[in-house]
C-alpha cells in the first residue's frame, strides 16, 4: 500500500535552532514508520530572520525526507538593519531591555504593522510552491504549524482554493500568547487579530494543540468549534538523543536551566531559595543555558553569590541535551500569566527524559504539576512559594547527591516521539 502523501508547513527548520524546530522535525523522522510520507515546505534559511541557527539538527533530518525551501520577504531583516539586531524582539522578548525607547518603538512597529506577525512575507512563496506540489503528487491532506501563526493563512488559502483536509497544529497560543501585551497592539489591531485567529480555527478541519489548558482556550474561541475537533498531542521527547548516559559527578551540586529565561518568568523567589541555600552550607551552583533577558543578568550580578552562576548562553540541542542529563536538579520557570495552567513547554519532556529531579516554578493543578504527579518526576511549587522551593534542594541535595543514590521517575514512554507520531498518524489516516 503506498504510503499517504502529506504536505506540511512550518517555518521553523534546520537549521534554525530552539524549541519550535523540534516538533515537527521529530514528526516527519518517525511519520514515515506509520505509512506517512511528510513533505515538507519551509523558508530558506538565507532568506529567514531566524533567532537561532543550530547546525546539528541538520543531521536529524531522514535520509529520504523531502523538502521544499523558498523565498520569503522578511520586514524583520530590513528593521534590523536600520535598528541593530539587538533591537529586534525574539524568543518571548528575552533579548531586549524593554524599558529602553527604542525598544519601545520596535514592539509597537513588531504588534502593529505586521499582523498577526512579520514572518508573513513567507506565505506568497509557500503557497506559490504548494500548488506545484499539490498538482504534481496528488496531495489531499495539509498541516500547518504556529507559531508564527501567519503560517496558517498559508492553510486557510489552499483550503479555500482545492478544498484540501487541513490539520492546524498550535504549539502556543495566538493572541493568549504571554508576551501578547509587550507587543502594544492598538484597539483596532487586537480586533483584526482576533478575527483572524478564530477564523483559522473555524475553517481548518482538525486542530492539534500541546495541553488541556490550551485545547480549553482554543474551544473558548468560536460556538462553531466543537470539542471533537481538538486534539491533544503534546511535545515529547526523542530516546534517541538520550542514549548516551553522564557518568561523572559535579563537584558542585548544581541546579541547571536550559532555555529561555524572560522576565515574566519570574525567577527572584527561586533566587532568594538558592541564596538561603547557600547559606544552609550546601555547595551550589546555578547554570544558565540559553537566552537570558538583561533586567535578569542585571539582577544576578547584584547578588551576593553571583560567582555561582555560570552563564553558558545558546548552545546547540546535542550540548544542551547534555547540560540537562549532566544536572542535579533541573529548574523549569512557568510565565505567571492568566493561563499559565496550560502551558506544557517542549523542555519540559526533555527534561522528564533527562531523568533529573524537577524544581518547577508555576501554577498548581496545571497541566505541568499534573504531569510531575503522576511521572513522580519531581515538584511544583506555587508562585512566590520561596520557602517550599529552599526545602525542596535540600532534600534533594541529601537524599541524593549527597548520599550518591541515583534518580529515577516513571510512566514517560508515552511521550516519546516515536509513540506521539504514532498518534498523529492516526489523526492523519482519519
Avoid at 561523572?248 to 538558592?274: L, Q, S, W
Avoid at 550540548?319 to 519540559?348: R, W
Wanted: charged letters at 25%.
Amino acid at each position: 500500500m503506498p504510503k499517504k502523501k502529506v504536505l506540511i508547513f512550518t517555518y521553523y527548520w534546520p537549521p534554525a535552532g530552539g524549541a519550535g524546530v523540534q516538533r515537527w522535525l521529530k514528526f516527519t523522522k518517525y511519520l514515515h514508520d506509520f505509512n506517512i510520507e511528510p513533505i515538507v515546505i519551509t523558508v530558506d534559511e538565507n532568506h529567514s530572520s531566524y533567532a537561532q541557527i543550530d547546525e546539528s539538527l541538520n543531521s536529524e533530518i531522514k535520509e529520504s525526507q523531502r523538502v521544499f525551501k523558498t523565498n520569503s520577504f522578511e520586514p524583520l531583516n530590513i528593521f534590523s538593519f536600520f535598528a541593530g539586531k539587538k533591537n529586534v524582539p525574539y524568543a518571548g522578548f528575552a533579548n531586549v531591555n524593554k524599558k529602553t525607547t527604542m525598544q519601545t518603538i520596535s514592539r509597537f512597529i513588531r504588534g502593529n504593522f505586521f499582523i498577526p506577525d512579520p514572518r508573513r512575507g513567507w506565505n506568497q512563496y509557500a503557497i506559490k510552491k504548494a500548488e506545484e506540489l499539490i498538482q504534481n503528487e496528488k496531495i489531499d491532506t495539509i498541516i500547518t504549524t504556529g507559531p508564527p501563526h501567519s503560517t496558517h493563512l498559508i492553510g486557510q488559502e489552499l483550503k479555500k482554493r482545492h478544498g484540501l483536509q487541513w490539520i492546524c497544529d498550535m504549539r502556543d497560543p495566538w493572541t493568549d500568547i504571554y508576551y501578547y501585551k509587550d507587543l502594544l497592539h492598538t484597539s483596532t489591531v487586537k480586533r483584526m487579530d482576533a478575527k483572524l485567529e478564530r477564523n483559522v480555527l473555524e475553517d481548518c478541519d482538525k486542530i492539534i494543540t500541546v495541553s488541556s489548558g490550551l485545547k480549553r482556550m482554543f474551544h473558548s474561541k468560536s460556538n462553531h468549534i466543537s470539542s471533537e475537533k481538538i486534539h491533544i498531542i503534546p511535545n515529547g521527547f526523542d530516546e534517541s538523543d538520550f542514549k548516551s548516559q553522564v557518568s561523572e559527578k559535579n563537584e558542585r551540586f548544581t541546579i541547571a536551566y536550559v532555555g529561555t529565561m524572560a522576565e515574566i518568568y519570574e525567577p527572584i523567589p527561586f533566587f532568594d531559595a538558592f541564596e538561603r541555600s547557600l547559606q544552609n552550607g550546601i555547595p551550589l551552583e546555578l547554570k544558565l543555558v540559553g537566552k537570558v533577558s538583561p533586567p535578569i543578568l542585571e539582577e544576578l550580578k547584584n547578588r551576593s553569590w553571583s560567582d555561582r552562576v555560570n552563564i553558558v548562553g545558546q548552545v546547540e540541542h546535542s550540548e544542551a541535551v547534555h547540560h540537562m542529563q549532566s544536572a542535579d536538579i533541573l529548574l523549569l520557570l512557568i510565565p505567571n500569566t492568566k493561563d499559565s495552567k496550560g502551558i506544557l513547554t517542549g523542555k519540559f519532556f526533555e527534561y522528564l527524559a533527562a531523568k533529573c529531579p524537577i524544581l518547577a516554578h508555576g501554577p498548581k493543578s496545571g497541566d505541568i504539576d499534573e504531569i510531575l504527579n503522576i511521572t513522580e518526576a519531581g515538584s511544583l511549587f506555587d508562585f512566590n512559594n520561596s520557602i517550599e522551593m529552599e526545602k525542596y534542594i535540600n532534600t534533594i541535595y541529601k537524599e541524593y547527591f549527597s548520599a550518591n543514590r541515583i534518580f529515577s521517575s516513571n510512566n514517560i514512554d508515552k511521550y516519546s516521539r516515536q509513540n506521539l507520531s504514532l498518534q498523529l498518524s492516526n489523526i492523519i489516516h482519519e
